[in-house]
């Protein structure tokens, strides 16, 4: 009897390649995935990153910090392209330099607020400080720019105006704003200055002088008082003309006659003199140099004399002291010339 027996059977091994294939092709899925991941997280990094420095350093906020950075550093040119402000037709001596860096001197404590929504898309910021002791505000409109590198925004001003202080001097053609030498042609002039700051005016020359006045800008709209400056004598022309007229007088009383020539002194008796005749000034005139009509005049003089002398009564004969003291006025003629002065008494008979 034949018996057939089948061989037995044997496990077939999985082939290497199509395991290995399986294993690559998902070890490539999670580096795609990884590398996707990595992707995406940069991409919202990219967006934060952007999205802040907008904010901070390409914001409304930034363009305002720049502006006030231009100003305290005295750079006009960079702070008027900031401010896209019109320039009035008055004088620019403050708008540059050292002038425009001392107009921040007396601002302290800034603080410029976050941007707030305006009509329009653009935006309002607000800028707090102490202006020479005083607290103050002022607002700057901002308006979107082009963008900048594709991504970053930019923030222009809303171009304003320029405010302006109108000045006078008396009897002079110059004045100085923040140290700013101007001219002012028939003793007026309007000056262009930037916001916010601190403008100081005054004249003075080695003869004449004003006290400073000082006037503090917030904004294109607030209504600036004008300046007058009221010039008057400094203490050297008086000095000078208070010496002259001291020498006039000391010379005056140096002529021993009861009335002595070109003076304001006189003195008249009906004996007969016996002495030498003695002037003393007792008190000199106070000096005062006021304007008028374009020019400087001494106000009217006034010297207090003595005269002394001995004097025989034509009737009784007797000898006797006489001495008299008086007030005697008259005036003087006050002439300059660049630094030289001259002092000519007048006296009326």
């Not at 302290?108 to 929504?117: E, F, G, H």
Request: with cysteine.
């Amino acid at each position: 009897m034949r018996s057939d027996v089948a061989p037995p059977i044997q496990a077939t091994e999985p082939q290497a390649g199509t395991v290995d294939g399986v294993n690559n092709g998902t070890q490539i899925i999670k580096i795609a995935a990884a590398w996707l991941m990595i992707f995406m997280l940069g991409i919202a990094a990219a967006i934060v990153t952007i999205t802040l420095v907008n904010k901070e350093e390409f914001g409304p906020k930034s363009t305002v910090s720049s502006y006030l950075d231009a100003l305290k550093d005295g750079n006009g040119a960079k702070a008027m392209g900031l401010l896209h402000a019109e320039k009035p037709g008055a004088n620019a001596a403050a708008l540059d330099g050292k002038a425009l860096a001392l107009s921040q001197e007396k601002l302290s404590d800034v603080k410029i607020a976050d941007p707030t929504d305006a009509p329009d898309g653009q935006k309002n910021v607000t800028v707090s400080y102490t202006l020479d002791g005083t607290p103050l505000s002022t607002d700057f409109r901002l308006t979107p720019g082009s963008k900048r590198w594709l991504f970053f925004d930019s923030w222009d001003m809303v171009p304003s105006k320029l405010p302006t202080i109108t000045a006078s001097v008396v009897n002079a053609n110059q004045a100085s704003i923040n140290g700013a030498a101007a001219n002012m042609p028939d003793g007026k002039n309007s000056f262009a200055v930037f916001y916010p700051g601190s403008y100081e005016l005054e004249y003075r020359s080695a003869l004449f002088a004003a006290p400073p006045v000082t006037r503090n800008v917030s904004g294109p709209a607030q209504p600036i008082p004008a300046v007058g400056l009221a010039t008057g004598p400094t203490s050297d022309l008086l000095a000078q003309v208070d010496s002259t007229i001291h020498k006039y007088l000391d010379e005056c009383a140096k002529q021993a006659v009861l009335m002595p020539t070109g003076c304001p002194m006189s003195a008249a008796t009906n004996n007969r003199v016996t002495s030498d005749v003695t002037w003393s000034v007792l008190e000199y005139p106070a000096i005062t140099i006021s304007p008028f009509g374009g020019q400087w005049i001494l106000a009217p003089l006034s010297v207090k004399a003595e005269v002394s002398y001995e004097e025989q009564d034509l009737f009784t004969g007797i000898v006797a002291k006489a001495k008299n003291a008086e007030d005697f006025g008259f005036t003087a003629k006050l002439a300059i010339s660049g630094t030289t002065v001259s002092v000519t008494p007048v006296v009326s008979y």
